[in-house]
């Protein structure tokens, strides 16, 4: 397991955007399969994107799509998040981990996710 840091959140306007990155510790996340996800209050935590370990492949919730960028930078041990077009139904905590593909099912520990709030 990889210890997986969250950062980036904050407050923003709709329409806005916000960068995410997602910082692990170890070469190990050279291999894994990565996502972030995000849990809205009251509400289940859901599936937002994901990126395979070459980075070669990327898989995006219907409700992100067109919207959100994911990638990563494996000489950085980062993957990020890129949102743009920001809507009020977007403020969650984002949360980063292992998944497996192509059932995008977290794998790994949960971080303590990073908060993302957009006002409309």
């Known amino acids: 397991q990889v210890p997986l840091a969250e950062s980036g959140g904050g407050l923003v306007q709709a329409g806005g955007s916000l960068r995410l990155s997602c910082a692990a510790s170890?070469?190990?996340?050279?291999?894994?399969?990565m996502g972030w996800f995000r849990q809205a209050p009251g509400k289940e935590r859901e599936f937002v994107a994901g990126?395979?370990?070459?980075?070669?492949?990327?898989f995006y919730a219907d409700s992100v799509k067109g919207r959100f960028n994911i990638s990563r930078d494996n000489a950085k041990y980062t993957m990020y998040l890129q949102m743009n077009k920001l809507k009020p139904e977007d403020t969650a905590v984002y949360y980063c981990?292992?998944?497996?593909?192509?059932?995008?099912?977290?794998?790994?520990?949960w971080g303590q996710g990073t908060q993302v709030t957009v006002s409309s």
């Open positions: 981990t292992n998944i497996g593909i192509p059932s995008m099912t977290p794998s790994g520990p």
């Open positions: 170890g070469r190990t996340m050279l291999t894994y399969n």
């Open positions: 990126i395979s370990w070459t980075g070669t492949r990327t």
